[in-house]
């Protein structure tokens, strides 16, 4: 099982819906990660958060607001979202430190579908 | 020129093949490897990472890094009909700063 854990595990929201998505480790990382993967695609870097700071943004719109609250969770909060936006939405973390090899541990993700 | 090639497959062998799964790079910068297995409809997990040219074996899998060649394998032994899944290649600089760049994934089905 994964150390990764994010809720919810589906999500289905109208564009007018204010939701959030939660994620949680417990392994001590300081770097934790968003990304959106569509179907057959690779994962797309969104957020990185390094040492609790938004260190990556990949010019990400808007209406995905990232928050870090402490060093073992991250939120994504969504607004105002498209049915394109639909996708499923993986948080994954790494040590973050010097010397980091650059392992990802993903979690489980939350499908988000947009109506 | 993608940073990372990959062959999207589909890939489909007979169960107790061995299954050759590869992917190209451009940066010559990229100093670490990863190997993903995902599942459908779950999130990646990790198989195996390397940092050096060479060979790095975990059980059935062995992972086979050429940093003159640009390329990167990984060598599934004895594969199962569980092997069935889509296998991502990734790669990063040495900064721990440095984003990590995803091959498209290959997708493999091992027929029983």
């Known amino acids: 099982d994964t150390e990764v854990t994010q809720t919810p595990k589906h999500l289905v929201m109208g564009m007018t819906n204010k939701k959030s998505l939660k994620c949680e480790q417990h392994m001590g990382h300081r770097a934790m990660y968003w990304y959106k993967q569509k179907a057959k695609k690779p994962p797309e870097l969104m957020f990185v958060?390094?040492?609790?700071?938004?260190?990556i943004n990949e010019s990400v719109p808007s209406r995905f607001s990232p928050e870090c609250p402490n060093s073992s969770l991250l939120n994504l909060h969504l607004h105002a979202l498209q049915p394109e936006d639909s996708a499923l939405y993986l948080c994954a973390s790494t040590t973050g430190s010097r010397g980091n090899t650059g392992e990802l541990f993903f979690g489980e993700g939350s499908r988000l579908t947009v109506l | 020129q993608k940073e990372v090639e990959q062959d999207p497959g589909p890939l489909s062998v007979p169960e107790g093949a061995i299954v050759s799964l590869n992917c190209t790079y451009s940066?010559?910068?990229?100093?670490?490897f990863m190997w993903y297995r995902q599942y459908s409809r779950k999130g990646p997990e990790l198989l195996m990472y390397t940092y050096s040219s060479g060979n790095k074996e975990d059980g059935r899998f062995t992972a086979q890094v050429d940093k003159s060649s640009k390329y990167i394998s990984l060598f599934i032994r004895d594969s199962q009909p569980s092997d069935s899944a889509t296998y991502l290649c990734a790669m990063r600089g040495y900064s721990s700063a440095s984003k990590i760049i995803f091959g498209s994934g290959t997708r493999l089905s091992i027929r029983p």
């Open positions: 958060y390094s040492y609790e700071k938004l260190s």
């Open positions: 940066n010559s910068a990229f100093q670490y």
